[in-house]
């Protein structure tokens, strides 16, 4: 540390104070956790549409022969 620096300027060895961007209360979950929870959720949508478009393709079928 420079005797003579300013006040301001004497935090500047690895000593210095640690600036934190984030709060201390956020998540720390990695990003592999983050990306799996998120393919999960995909996935899960993608399940919930392949089943309305078989129930919908179901409905169109009951009703053509309803229609015949």
Known sequence: ?????KPKERKVAPQRPKITHL???AETRTR???Q???QA???ERRAIKK???RH???QLL???EEGD
């Open 51 to 53: 089943s309305a478009r």
């Open 36 to 38: 799996a929870e998120k």
């Open 1 to 5: 540390m420079d005797p003579y620096a």
């Open 41 to 43: 959720v995909a996935t």
């Open 23 to 25: 709060p201390s209360s």
């Open 62 to 64: 009951a009703e053509l």
């Open 32 to 34: 592999r956790e983050r």
């Open 56 to 58: 919908l393709k179901q």
